[in-house]
T-cell receptor
Framework: QKEVEQNSGPLSVPEGAIASLNCTYS??????FFWYRQYSGKSPELIMF????GDKEDGRFTAQLNKASQYVSLLIRDSQPSDSATYLC???????????FGTGTRLQVFP | EAQVTQNPRYLITVTGKKLTVTCSQN?????MSWYRQDPGLGLRQIYY???????DKGDVPEGYKVSRKEKRNFPLILESPSPNQTSLYFC?????????????FGPGTRLTVL
């Protein structure tokens, strides 16, 4: 079992819709959870991070964490074509300073 | 401008010819890291450094070396490159532990080993 799993996609949504991206992880000791966005040919950039169970909102983005079920999700409201990119989930724990990435989900927002 | 720089951006080399990819950050960050990105495998950590002279292995350290003699620089060394090291490499830095702080990524180095 992979440590961090994501559906590779592509996930296609129309402009203005809500895009829902999911990520599951295997290490119950994981403490920190990150969502990165990576445009084709570019480097990853952090969108947001979450540490506590529940929701965390930042503009059009909402991260949701459920440690009991070991999943973290990212919701993108009012999706725009400029949101089309690969979204990487990353997980870390207090036991290590390693950051484990999922393989990413490719999101396509069509006009 | 705060940034992480990598050089070269593109490199084609042959098996066994030693090479170094440089990484430098101007943000006075403590933590630096190297990743490789391969299709279907995602980003995998090669080595990381918590501070000067402090380095540790990531998930895929075989075939790589690093050094951290200065805070701003974290070069990645391939002593004897092989074709399976053909990949896209990213350097990253953050001001503190990656658990609580944003990692800033460099622009990437695309390496091809023939």
């Amino acid at each position: 079992q992979k440590e961090v799993e994501q559906n590779s996609g592509p996930l296609s949504v129309p402009e203005g819709a809500i895009a829902s991206l999911n990520c599951t992880y295997s290490d119950r000791g994981s403490q920190s959870f990150f969502w990165y966005r990576q445009y084709s040919g570019k480097s990853p950039e952090l969108i947001m991070f979450i540490y506590s169970n529940g929701d965390k909102e930042d503009g059009r983005f909402t991260a949701q964490l459920n440690k009991a079920s070991q999943y973290v999700s990212l919701l993108i409201r009012d999706s725009q074509p400029s949101d089309s990119a690969t979204y990487l989930c990353a997980v870390s724990s207090y036991n290590t300073d390693k950051l484990i990435f999922g393989t990413g989900t490719r999101l396509q927002v069509f006009p | 401008e705060a940034q992480v720089t990598q050089n070269p951006r593109y490199l084609i080399t042959v098996t066994g010819k030693k090479l170094t990819v440089t990484c430098s950050q101007n943000m006075n960050h403590e933590y630096m890291s190297w990743y490789r990105q391969d299709p279907g495998l995602g980003l995998r950590q090669i080595y990381y450094s918590m501070n000067v002279e402090v380095t540790d292995k990531g998930d895929v350290p075989e075939g790589y070396k690093v050094s951290r003699k200065e805070k701003r620089n974290f070069p990645l060394i391939l002593e004897s490159p092989s074709p399976n090291q053909t990949s896209l490499y990213f350097c990253a830095s953050s001001s503190d532990t990656i658990l609580t702080d944003t990692q800033y990524f460099g622009p990437g180095t695309r390496l091809t080993v023939l």
